[in-house]
């Protein structure tokens, strides 16, 4: 990324090694694997306490490593070998939304491949309630969710909690925010009396007290200071008049050339504004906002992960939820008059040990709005003139992948491994040219390198996946829909 003056990484040191816990040998090397070679502050200051059994209330920022600090240690508890336990749900995770929880399954299953078959299912709404069900007669170890879908199959006795030891409430404050307490509640008086509770949230309402009164027991707190601002991100305000705010983002974006970008605006309308400007200029946007679809959203969401879409453009509600690593930048397009609502914006970018870069713009009538984020961050904002931003070499930004969309998913039985089979063996590319494939219900998503788009569009098209023919399509504005 090209960036005006050089950035100097405050490379933060690295925590305490995953060594020190009573992990297995295999746990450990599994991480190794993974990458993760040392804790983040969350993981080192609750894995000690959750491994001992106690119960916890953990709160650090979106992006630190929540999920594994609960996952390590409802893992690590999980009798795999108790024939009595064997089909029975010890572990349950409870996340606000279906999109939370499927990121969460997939981070306890990459947590849980050291062990031989753990099973984890999730149990959200959207799909059919018969389906859930007989997964879970073949019996689940762990099982995700979110509160509405996991009562709807207690109360039906799909799901069973008396052998329970573990139960999680992730992003509690969230879960709070969306009204579950009751269903949280109802959940809750359902698991045995002498589980461990672990309940995982970015900021400690009020409400927090109250779960953990009634639900913990002499829980331990961990608070992790959201130390990002200075170190880990950062930050640059440009002044805009009102009416070159729009064209300001597409400056900004081709000067720093981030690969991936999530632009906030604060109306529904800015959002839709925002992605015409951008279109018309050739770059690769797509909006999230609340009328979406399941399936569209699920559309852009993957697009946009899989590195084949620069800009995602959305409000603050429809970003809920939303976790994206190696977000290189994230533009405050309109200032939000809510300077923690701002914090949070930018907390999505430099993450773990990546530094992120936040772009602000901002007109006379938000200054009020600037000075009230000087307060929260206890520092002043740094401007810099709109004239530095020159478009850096490279022509036109563009993403390094496209989407090709497979009509076919899990329906058809379709793999992931499948689709990389069909790109690397016959039609001859690379797996270095293939990118991440998502593979939904009804279709599968594969990101491949531009450069073999068409390409790979042709050879997916005239081959097969599985033994079968599929429909192919490319999902680019730019290199069109076919
Ligand atoms: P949170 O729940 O706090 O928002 P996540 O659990 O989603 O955060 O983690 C954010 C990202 O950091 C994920 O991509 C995860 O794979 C990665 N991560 C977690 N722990 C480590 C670690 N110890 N080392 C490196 N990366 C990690
Ligand atoms: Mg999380």
């Known amino acids: 990324m090209n960036r005006t003056e050089p950035a100097t990484p405050a490379a933060a040191p690295p925590g305490p090694p995953f060594s020190q816990l009573p992990l297995s040998a295999a746990a ?3 991480l190794e694997q993974l990458g993760y070679h040392s804790m983040t ?3 080192a200051a609750s894995l000690p306490i959750a491994l001992a059994g106690h119960d916890l209330i953990a709160q650090a920022k979106t992006g630190s490593g929540k999920t594994a600090a609960f996952a390590l240690a409802l893992l690590n508890k999980l009798k795999l070998d108790d024939p009595a336990l064997r089909f029975k749900v010890q572990a349950l995770v409870l996340c606000p939304t279906r999109e939370l929880a499927d990121q969460v399954a997939v981070e306890i299953r990459r947590l849980a491949r050291s062990e031989d078959n753990v099973k984890t299912l999730t149990l959200c709404g959207g799909a059919p309630m018969h389906t859930q069900k007989a997964s879970l007669e073949h019996g689940a170890h762990v099982v995700v969710g979110t509160p509405g879908r996991i009562i709807d199959h207690l109360e039906r006795g799909h799901l069973v909690l008396d052998a329970l030891n573990t139960l999680v409430l992730d992003e509690a404050d969230r879960m709070l925010d969306m009204g579950f307490f009751d269903d949280i509640a109802k959940v809750a008086k359902q698991c045995p009396k002498d589980r461990q509770t672990l309940l995982f949230s970015a900021t400690y309402p009020e409400g927090i007290v109250k779960l953990s009164q009634q ?24 002044e805009v008049k009102n009416d070159e705010r729009l064209h300001t983002v597409s400056l900004l974006l081709n000067h720093f050339r981030p690969v991936s970008t999530l632009a906030f605006c604060n109306t529904k309308q800015q959002c839709r504004d925002l ?3 951008l279109l018309a200029q050739g770059f690769s946007a797509l909006a999230l906002h609340g009328e979406l679809e399941q399936r569209e959203r699920d559309q852009v969401l993957v697009q946009f992960a899989n590195r084949s ?3 995602l453009v959305a409000t603050d509600v429809a970003a809920r939820g939303l976790d994206i690593t190696q977000l290189e930048a994230v533009i405050n397009v309109d200032t939000s008059p809510d300077p923690q609502v701002h914090i949070h914006r930018i907390g999505r970018t430099g993450r773990v040990d990546e530094k992120g870069l936040a772009l602000s713009l901002a007109s006379m009538d938000e200054m009020g709005s600037v000075g009230k984020i000087e307060q929260v961050q206890g520092a002043e904002v740094k401007w810099f003139p709109l004239a530095e931003l020159t478009p850096a070499p490279g022509g036109k930004l563009q993403p390094p992948m496209v989407t090709l969309q497979i009509v076919g998913g899990r329906k058809e039985k379709i793999r992931a491994g499948d689709v990389l089979g069909a790109l690397t063996g016959e039609a001859g590319f690379t797996g270095a040219q293939i990118g991440k494939i998502n593979v939904n219900e009804f279709s599968t998503y594969v990101a491949v390198d531009r450069q073999i788009a068409r390409a790979a569009l042709q050879r997916l098209s005239d081959g097969k996946v599985k033994g079968k023919k599929v429909k192919v399509r490319l999902l680019d504005e730019a290199l069109g829909t076919r």
């Open 309 to 311: 879409c620069s800009v």
């Open 28 to 30: 450990l090397a599994n």
């Open 275 to 277: 992605v015409d400007v």
């Open 215 to 238: 639900f913990m027991r002499a829980p331990k707190e961990v608070k992790v200071q959201a130390q990002h601002t200075a170190s880990q991100i950062e930050q640059r305000f440009y």
């Open 41 to 43: 502050p969350v993981q």
